[in-house]
């Protein structure tokens, strides 16, 4: 297929863009995993036949106990690929060794470091790149949020993905923890009790989120009241909002990407509002509060 492409900027300035895109069986060459690779990176491809490893020229792997000879190799690559089921363990160069991955029918599973990767087969049909950081003493996140892992790194942030990647824990007694991922000073919430799942990739942690839900604002409006609560970690859960008025349940309304709360059918005249909510990491509070509704 030619692909052509015509693209202009705002001062009027047009070009055209010729593509030759072939559309065929996949080949797999060396050259697809050029990248800035480091000691603990790894390349990887996902398809529907298997999965693709790009692992430094020092390793070796074994699956299901027999050496596995790799598809190809460069002075910064050995390529091996991975398409019936069982265990691929890695070897270090130091006599140690470890578990590279696990193919199962449908789906494959990755660990790294103290995470994990597990996604079912075709769903990254594109090379992608995976780097573990191990940190120091645990750093914060979004000014509250104490790491308790390193950092994992996968590239490119928007790869062209067929579904979602399972991020999980491997460390025993993490199920407190939330996994995020870090967008600058954010913290963007992608599951909780130790795993997630994401469509797009970046950097992620799992930290641990103990500081429950701020009530920021609650004032009465003519017949309802008006509020704001906000959390900056693993966000308000909507569905654990419980409200009352003058002691009886009243059906709040709760946006979650603004936070504001709100309810409209209350008499003039004061009352006394409470209100009982956790985020997603099940940090729990309470409100309450008199209003004067107009």
């Known amino acids: 297929h030619l692909i052509e492409v015509v693209v202009s900027d705002l ?3 047009e070009r055209k863009f010729s593509i030759p895109y072939r559309i065929g069986a996949a080949k797999w060459k060396v050259d697809d995993f050029r990248w800035d690779f480091e000691e603990k990176g790894f390349a990887v491809k996902m398809t529907d036949s298997g999965c693709l490893l790009g692992l430094s020229p020092e390793k070796s792997v074994t699956f299901n106990g027999q050496p596995l000879e790799p598809l190809g ?3 910064e690559y050995r390529l091996f690929f991975l398409s019936e089921q069982g265990k691929a363990i890695i070897g270090d160069g130091m006599d140690r060794e470890f578990l590279l991955a696990e193919v ?3 789906s494959f599973f990755l660990p790294f470091g103290d995470f994990y990767l597990r996604a079912r087969r075709g769903v990254a049909l594109y090379p992608f790149f995976v780097f ?3 940190e120091g003493d645990p750093p914060r996140i979004a000014g509250d949020l104490e790491v308790a892992t390193g950092r994992l790194i996968l590239l490119p942030e928007r790869p062209p993905l067929r579904g979602k990647f399972e991020i999980g824990l491997r460390k025993i007694g993490g199920k407190d923890l939330c996994l995020f991922r ?5 913290a963007e919430f992608r599951g909780s009790a130790s795993r997630g799942y994401t469509e797009d990739f970046g950097v992620f942690a799992f930290a641990r989120d103990t500081i429950p839900p701020e009530l920021i604002r609650l004032i009465g409006t003519r017949r309802g009241l008006y509020g704001v609560i906000e959390d900056r970690g693993a966000g308000v859960d909507p569905f654990s909002l419980d409200v009352t008025c003058d002691g009886q349940w009243i059906p709040a309304d709760y946006d979650p990407e603004t936070g504001e709360l709100s309810y409209r059918g209350l008499e003039s005249g004061g009352h006394r509002i409470e209100i009982r ?3 997603r ?3 729990e509070t309470g409100f309450s509060k008199y209003i004067v509704v107009k």
């Open 104 to 106: 199962t029918p449908d």
């Open 132 to 134: 573990v950081m191990e």
């Open 11 to 13: 001062a009027g300035n």
């Open 277 to 279: 909510v956790s985020d």
């Open 281 to 283: 990491a099940g940090n």
């Open 182 to 186: 870090i967008n600058g000073d954010r």
């Open 73 to 75: 190799e460069s002075s």
